[in-house]
């Protein structure tokens, strides 16, 4: 079952924060967070495992509630090249990922 | 260290025609997965592939095939193909199967269907 993601897009300006969130009805065993730049590849930002573990590089982060069956996306002090279309994918035990619709990230200078 | 690897890039079929792409995984990674993703349905699931095996499958009909060589390469078919299946086509390598693995994609090929 598809993972669902809020907001569906969001516009910034240079410098603001942004968090996106990526919700299951199933019990979650880890979330994958993915970049995409229009016209290329899905690229891999970081994966969180089950234990409610935050993560982050440079000023994105991400942390994962398992009890709640939900992750969120944080990316503070936003710069132009954090646009894009971000993915959550989540594993539910049948060791398949499944992705979320996306949220469009716009950042305006 | 090279990335996954896709072929081809571009492509343009017409309806009724059948497709074959092809996928390179990262040196060393034995899992390959495939995507369908179009503008509406966003990355949508085809199968995954290890050792030669399929090891799961998505929600697509019977026209949509795949298999995996000893080397880890794989390729997936489209056979009668309609109008629907234009789409960007990505295909991800993971070290190993299982949860938890991180599945690397490469840039995709777009196929058109007129």
Redesign the interface.
């Known amino acids: 079952q598809?993972p669902v993601q809020s907001p569906q897009a969001v516009i910034l300006r240079e410098g603001e924060d942004a968090v996106i969130n990526c919700s299951s009805s199933k019990a979650l065993?880890?979330v994958?967070w993915?970049r995409q730049k229009h016209g290329?590849?899905?690229?891999?930002l970081m994966?969180l495992?089950k234990g409610g573990e935050q993560k982050g590089h440079d000023k994105i982060s991400a942390s994962f509630n398992e009890k709640k069956q939900q992750s969120s996306l944080y990316l503070t002090a936003s710069q132009l090249s954090y646009s894009g279309t971000y993915?959550c994918?989540t594993?539910a035990?049948?060791?398949?990922?499944?992705?979320?619709?996306?949220t469009r990230l716009t950042i305006n200078p | 260290k090279a990335g996954v690897t896709q072929t081809p890039r571009y492509l343009i079929k017409t309806r009724g025609q059948q497709v074959t792409l092809s996928c390179s995984p990262i040196s060393g990674h034995r899992s390959v997965s495939w995507y369908q993703q179009t503008p509406g349905q966003g990355l949508q699931f085809l199968f995954e592939y290890f050792s030669e095996t399929q090891r799961n499958k998505g929600n697509f009909p019977g026209r949509f095939s795949g298999r995996q060589f000893s080397n880890s390469r794989s390729e997936m078919n489209v056979s009668t193909l309609e109008l629907g299946d234009s789409a960007l086509y990505l295909c991800a390598s993971s070290r190993d199967r299982g949860a938890g693995n991180t599945i690397y994609f490469g840039e995709g090929s777009w196929l058109t269907v007129v």
Do not use: N
Not at chain 1, 40 to 44: C, L, Q, R, S
Not at chain 1, 93 to 102: D, S, T
């Open positions: 598809q065993y880890s994958h993915y290329e590849a899905p690229v891999f994966i495992l993915f994918g594993e035990g049948a060791q398949k990922l499944v992705f979320g619709q996306g």
